[in-house]
Every structure is written in C-alpha cells, then in structure tokens.
C-alpha cells in the first residue's frame, strides 16, 4: 500500500511540476505548483514528518501559492487574453533543463547513498518550539514584520487610485 501512495504521490508531484513547467497561462502554472506542492506535503505525510507537512500545507500551499493567485489575479494585463504570455526563448530554456537533468542523473546514480535506520527524536515538536522561543526568536520576529511589510505593501500597491 505504501508503494502504491508512493506512485500516485509521485504522479502528482511530477504532474504538477511539468504543468508548471510545460503551461503557457500563468494562472493556471499557479495552480499546478499548488498541485506539486500538495504531492510534497503527501511525502512528507508518508515520511512520517507530520509537522512539515503541516507547514508545507499551510505556508506554501495556504500562504505562498494564494499570495501567488491574488497576484496574478490582480494584475489586470496577465488575466486577459489579448496580452501574449508566450516566451520566446522557451527552446534555451528546455536545453538547459535537459543538461541539468542528465548532470543531475548522473550525480544521483554515482553517488552511493548512505541509509540510517536511526529514529528521529520523540519529542521534535518540542524542540522546535523552544528553539523558535529561544535562540532564534529575534530571527523568527524580524520575519514576521518582514512579512508584515511585505503585506501592507503588496496592498498598497494592489489599490485602486481615484483620478479625481
């Protein structure tokens, strides 16, 4: 059962990478990289990494990708039709790719893998909450007001002016 959730897994994933990839609609490459993101949260699901699929669901999926949407959405040029969202050099970038992946294949069959059967640690939640509580909570607030302004901003920018 684990190979098969495996399989349609990564189906999904791959599925939504190329139609990223592969789409020529802007919107709709949005919504294949909320479909690819989706399959990553399955994996982590099915590495029993519970609380990074929990963040992969709701920051990319539930933050990232939606701010991704409302962009596009309300960038009135990129919704319509007449405007051409065609790429001219598409033929360089699939070359490129096409070298990345066999660099990338080669890598991963002459490298001999290692395998750990350690366990992770019981109480990772744990941990993580004291260390975003601890060390790294100047780091973790500086982010959130970045955020913060990037929101407001983004807004700012998204407004309708009166030409009154």
Same mark, same amino acid.
């Given at each position: 059962?684990?190979?098969?959730? =495996?399989?349609?897994?990564?189906?999904?994933?791959?599925?939504?990478? =190329?139609?990223?990839?592969?789409? /020529?609609?802007?919107?709709?490459?949005?919504?294949?990289?909320?479909?690819?993101?989706?399959?990553?949260?399955?994996?982590?699901?099915?590495?029993?990494?519970? =609380?990074?699929?929990?963040?992969?669901?709701?920051?990319?999926?539930?933050?990232?990708a939606?701010?991704?949407? =409302?962009?596009?959405?309300?960038s /009135?040029?990129?919704?319509?039709?007449?405007?051409?969202?065609?790429?001219?050099?598409?033929?360089?970038?699939?070359?490129?790719?096409?070298?990345?992946?066999?660099?990338?294949?080669?890598?991963?069959?002459?490298?001999?893998?290692?395998?750990?059967?350690?366990?992770?640690?019981?109480?990772?939640?744990?941990?993580l909450?004291?260390?975003?509580?601890?060390?790294?909570?100047?780091?973790?607030?500086?982010?959130?007001?970045?955020?913060?302004?990037?929101?407001?901003?983004?807004?700012?920018?998204? /407004?309708?002016?009166?030409?009154?």
């Open positions: 059962m684990e190979k098969l959730i =495996f399989i349609v897994l990564s189906l999904v994933t791959l599925g939504g990478g =190329f139609g990223v990839a592969l789409t /020529r609609n802007l919107y709709y490459a949005a919504l294949y990289l909320i479909m690819a993101l989706a399959g990553m949260a399955g994996f982590f699901a099915l590495l029993s990494a519970g =609380f990074l699929a929990a963040v992969q669901v709701v920051i990319y999926i539930g933050a990232i939606v701010l991704i949407l =409302f962009t596009i959405m309300l /009135r040029k990129l919704m319509t039709t007449a405007e051409p969202q065609a790429n001219e050099q598409w033929w360089l970038a699939g070359v490129v790719a096409t070298l990345l992946f066999v660099a990338l294949a080669a890598i991963v069959t002459a490298v001999d893998w290692p395998m750990s059967e350690a366990q992770p640690a019981p109480d990772t939640i744990t941990q909450g004291v260390s975003f509580l601890g060390s790294y909570l100047i780091p973790f607030e500086v982010v959130s007001v970045l955020l913060l302004v990037a929101l407001v901003g983004g807004i700012i920018l998204a /407004r309708e002016v009166d030409k009154e």
